[in-house]
């Protein structure tokens, strides 16, 4: 699979995977999905001239299937997971953030006789096993590479499960994202996969995997360019993302200050990645400003403070990570887009799990900012703000890239 969603994007038996729920999202979880002349399928979230719902086979599967997905694979038109829970008889899906799905799955009643499937060095390959040893309940993961692996870590009760795997025999069929190499598979491909190995005899599932098929290839036909070799595209063309031109009243420009890095004294915690100590940005066609400083121990660091240049104002009232977490959620709408210059700001909304929109990186936009980082000029959208801080210096210089780039898209 590509940047999210419900494939399993790893090789099943080397690397983790993810999987969805049957919990499929509301019109309002993406507005942008609805939109168009012909509107959206409200199942499969397909156009309606795409929709395939029709076609989904009702599989008589007796093993129960539970698949925990990240939120972000949620609402995405490719997400393989919506169309498995759309069949199978026996699943459910479940979808929030890594410590939501945590703290449900605690106290959830499970089989006795449950497995994962997640690859790895304990893992038993589910086509070598017995008809009494194969599970009675399957636990699949649904979401990115990158999801997939930070859900079982953050999942303690998964690391507590037997775990099975798959063994590809032939590259995954999901052409319309992008797969790490060519054995991943998506959701819908290792779900199917496993339980044919578990009950063989259930019949539907080669009707399932057909639907799949269909899916990539009315896509396919449907697309107007090789998104892969993005032929459309002009050499040296300045590849502005389209929805920042869309409508400029859904972009958040966002800057945030993270804690500081380790002292000379301190080995680096894999296990604790950086967290934004400050966060500001502004909402483009309205002039909406949040702001919000974070507690942390970096804090007391008087040399590190001083170099943010924030008043004793700007700190207060300081908020938790989860009291900043839901403050941002409030503040994204649905179909916003967070523009950021950089990809390690957007980063740190991810590490909290605060990243509750999309993320455009400006910086990797084929343009040169026509001014600098430390150009004193105020972007209009932010003239009430008048901290001389270098959170705001920064998401003013985010801004005036913004518009230089509406200008020159206005102009071609």
Known sequence: MAHSASSLRQFLCR??????????????DD???????????????????????ALIPTVANQTDVLIMQHRRERSHPFNTARIVSQSLQKCRVMVAYNHELAERFATMPLHDNVGLLYPGDDAKLLSDLAPSERPQQLVVIDGTWHHAKTLFRDIPRLQTLP???????EPGRYRIRREPNEHALSTLEATVAALSAIEPDTPGFDRLVDVFDRMIADQIGFTKSNWRQNENRRPGSANVPRVLTDDVSKIVV?????????????????????????????????????????????????????????????MQPLASIDEFRERWRSFIRPDDHVAVFHRSTSRLLENIEADFSPSIVLKSINVKPQTQEDDTRTPSILAGQTSDSRPLRRLAWAVRFVEELLAKESQE
């Not at 012909?38 to 395939?52: A, D, I, T, V, Y």
């Not at 775990?163 to 025999?169: K, W």
């Open 15 to 28: 690397k983790p995977f993810a999987i969805t729920t049957s919990d499929t999202p509301s019109l309002n």
């Open 31 to 53: 507005e942008s999905l609805t939109s168009g002349p012909e509107g959206r399928c409200h199942s499969c979230f397909r156009p309606k001239s795409l929709c395939f719902c």
């Open 163 to 169: 775990r099975y795997r798959l063994a590809p025999s």
């Open 254 to 314: 966002a800057y945030g200050e993270q804690e500081r890095g380790n002292t000379d004294d301190e080995a680096p915690n894999p296990n604790h990645p950086p967290a934004p100590l400050y966060w500001n940005a502004v909402r483009l066609g309205t002039g909406e400003f949040f702001r919000c400083a974070i507690q942390s121990d970096s804090l007391n660091d008087e040399t590190f403070m001083n170099r943010l240049r924030l008043t004793p104002d700007e």
